[in-house]
């Protein structure tokens, strides 16, 4: 069998056996309380969410401003706002954040090994507008931060930002149509528009297990790395780790990229794994300078398209040659190859399956090529369609399994509890010194709880309220109530495996709008109920078609982690089709130049 699809196929038993498997292991794994399993950093476990990379904020004079657009949020999609503003001549905006610096994400997560997870010619933004070149195919994340760091340089957005700055209230006045914005440094700001993003993986999320808070040892978050404990950077040399034993709690992609550098150097480490992640190959290396520097003018937006295109199930000619493009290949080639009057839906789901299944036994058999234990190597082979999860790709994570030093435990019926001084699974104690909770983001919960304060829109509507069950927007950038407000971000919208460039087609649209506004003299823009509702039944039609796939996963923020009803969220309430008929959708909508869907004022 290989990746492309050219194998004999697998029989029909082989299949039901798989689909049994599949719902076995699915079932072991579900919980109950879906996203309510989790507990988030605040309260007792605020500290979970400190900033371990700024000092304490420095004291600056509250600004009072009153400026055309706010831009909320400075990682990538900040960034690529505040770019595309400077770059269609709105310059009067401000940018808020949290973080004590720009990279969102990759200010964040400096996690030992982090690294970008598609191709990073297509996922750093802005490659030709600078002439970046990126060092390595899967580039570092100590790069990808200090490239957001030259991309403030560039487009001037250090000037425009204020760093380690909360928002402290938000509301619509209706007299003077300005969004008029408190911050916690007493900041007073009056917006003609606002674009907000609750972020994406920035907000750690811990696992509801008992005796959490009782731990002695060191405990942190992936996302939130005590370098000071551990020693070294988000690019290894954990040298203080040598006579430690570190226990990690996930095996998510995160896990992915850390555990290889904690098994370099760690006494002892023990995994604790509820669901393994299908591992294909990474396949990373030094950018080909020669090829780099002979692509033509445009080559960086084509080629972030191709890839969308091919990941939405196009068959194109893509350039990127990968892990994830290998696979969608393959899905497509299984339908291309059915004779044209056997192509049913039906039938397509029918080869699409197959084809994922005989992908998946082939991830599974990388395993054995790497772990020499067999009860190590079974435990490590993911049972379920590959799109149930983000699937990862790593050329050292299953080798580490292979070092006497790493334990692999599993725990996919869950965790007793945690105590004083380690985790007790199935009765046994595994003592630790440090506990690592590689246990993901906030992503299942209300936009409002996920952003960490409320936007109090037109007639004092609040979006906890109108979002209480779930997002209600017109494509996902606009809502009724809260006018010149753009909700950036995994919002009802078209979704990219690449996010920035989902980011950058948020960011061309917005600036768009606003340029419209400002050459017009026009005061507000805003959805109308018409567009919301049928843009609602849009997404509650593809919402009923995903089910059935959804419901066969096994459970993870993809599915409201089992919970496949529970819409609370963003990503459970988004809009699921090929992102590139979404992109292509705005892109005649711009250029009608009607403003189909919004009143503008
Ligand atoms: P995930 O949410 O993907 O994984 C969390 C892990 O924690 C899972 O293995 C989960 O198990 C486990 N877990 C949660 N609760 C428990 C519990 N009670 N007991 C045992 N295990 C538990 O988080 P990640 O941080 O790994 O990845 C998040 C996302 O970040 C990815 O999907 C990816 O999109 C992105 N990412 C991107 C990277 C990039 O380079 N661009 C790199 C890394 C991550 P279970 O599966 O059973 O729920």
Redesign the pocket.
Same mark, same amino acid.
């Given at each position: 069998m290989s990746l492309d699809g050219s194998s004999k196929s697998m029989a029909s038993a082989d299949m039901d056996a798989i689909r049994a498997k599949y719902e076995a292991e699915r079932l072991k &794994?579900l919980r109950p309380a879906g996203t309510d399993q989790y507990t988030f950093a605040e309260g007792k476990f605020a500290r979970f969410a400190d900033d371990p990379y700024s000092p304490e904020a420095p004291d600056r004079a509250p600004i009072s401003a009153e400026i055309d657009v706010l831009v909320i949020g400075a990682g990538i999609g900040g960034i690529q706002l505040g770019a595309t503003l400077r770059q269609n001549g709105i310059d009067d905006f401000i940018m808020v954040d949290v973080a004590g610096d720009f990279g969102g994400t990759w200010y964040w997560n400096r996690y030992p090994g982090? &690294?970008?997870?598609v191709e990073s010619y297509i996922y750093l933004p802005f490659l030709e507008e600078t002439g970046y070149v990126p060092t390595e195919r899967y580039t570092r994340g100590s790069e990808i931060l200090a490239y957001c760091q030259q991309l403030g340089r560039h487009f001037g957005l250090y000037e425009r930002a204020l760093f380690q700055t909360k928002i402290a209230g938000i509301h619509w006045d209706e007299v003077s149509a300005r969004w008029v914005v408190k911050t916690n440094r007493g900041d007073l700001l009056r917006t003609r528009f606002v674009s907000t993003q609750s972020g994406i993986?920035s907000r750690p999320q811990l696992?509801?297990?008992p005796g959490i808070d009782e731990f002695e040892g060191e405990s942190f978050h #992936?996302a939130r790395w005590n370098f000071n404990y551990t020693g070294g950077n988000s690019d290894g040399g954990l040298d203080r780790l040598g006579d430690k034993r570190v226990g990690v @709690?996930? %095996?998510? !992609? %995160?896990?992915l990229?850390v555990v290889p550098e904690l098994a370099a150097v760690a006494r002892e480490l023990t995994v604790?794994q &509820? !669901?393994p992640t299908a591992v294909g190959v990474r396949d990373n290396g030094p950018t080909n300078l020669s090829w780099f520097n002979s692509q033509p003018a445009g080559w960086h937006r084509a080629r972030i398209k191709s890839f969308n295109a091919l990941s939405n199930g196009e068959l194109v000619d893509c350039p990127v040659d990968d892990g994830w493009a290998r696979f969608f290949r393959k899905m497509i080639n299984s339908v291309v190859s059915l004779a044209p009057e056997e192509i049913t839906p039906a039938s397509a789901e029918a080869a699409q399956e197959r084809a994922d299944f005989e992908y998946n036994e082939e991830v599974r058999s990388r395993v054995d090529e790497y772990v020499s234990d067999p009860r190590k190597a079974d435990l490590l082979k993911a049972y379920y369609r590959t799109m149930c999860?983000?699937p990862g790709f790593s050329d050292h994570y299953l080798q580490a399994f292979d070092q006497d030093n790493v334990k692999l435990v599993d725990?996919s019926t +869950? @965790?007793e509890r945690i105590t004083k001084s380690g985790l007790i699974v199935d009765g046994q104690e595994y003592p630790l010194d440090c506990l690592i909770f #590689? %246990? +993901?983001?906030e992503l299942g919960t209300t936009w409002a709880h996920q952003a960490g304060y409320d936007v109090i829109g037109r007639d004092g509507l609040r979006l906890s309220d109108k979002w209480a069950e779930g997002l209600r927007t017109y494509h996902g950038l606009f809502s009724k109530g809260f006018p010149n407000m753009f909700f950036m971000g995994l919002t009802q919208t078209g979704i990219t495996i690449n996010v920035p460039h989902m980011l950058q087609e948020q960011a061309d649209h917005i600036s768009f709008i606003v340029r419209h506004c400002l050459d017009n003299g026009l005061t507000s823009v805003e959805a109308t109920d018409d567009a919301e509702e049928d843009w609602q039944g849009a997404i509650d039609a593809v919402a009923e078609a995903r089910r059935p796939f959804l419901e066969s996963c096994t459970?993870?923020?993809y599915n409201a982690e089992g919970k496949v009803g529970d819409r609370r969220s963003a990503i459970g309430s988004g809009w699921y089709l090929p992102s590139t008929q979404f992109f292509q959708m705005w892109a005649d909508w711009r250029e009608k130049g009607e403003f189909e869907g919004l009143v503008l004022t």
């Open positions: &794994r982090i &690294r970008c997870d993986f696992p509801g297990i #992936s @709690i996930g %095996t998510g !992609t %995160t896990a990229q604790f &509820r !669901t999860k983000r725990v +869950g @965790i #590689s %246990t +993901g983001f459970p993870g923020y």
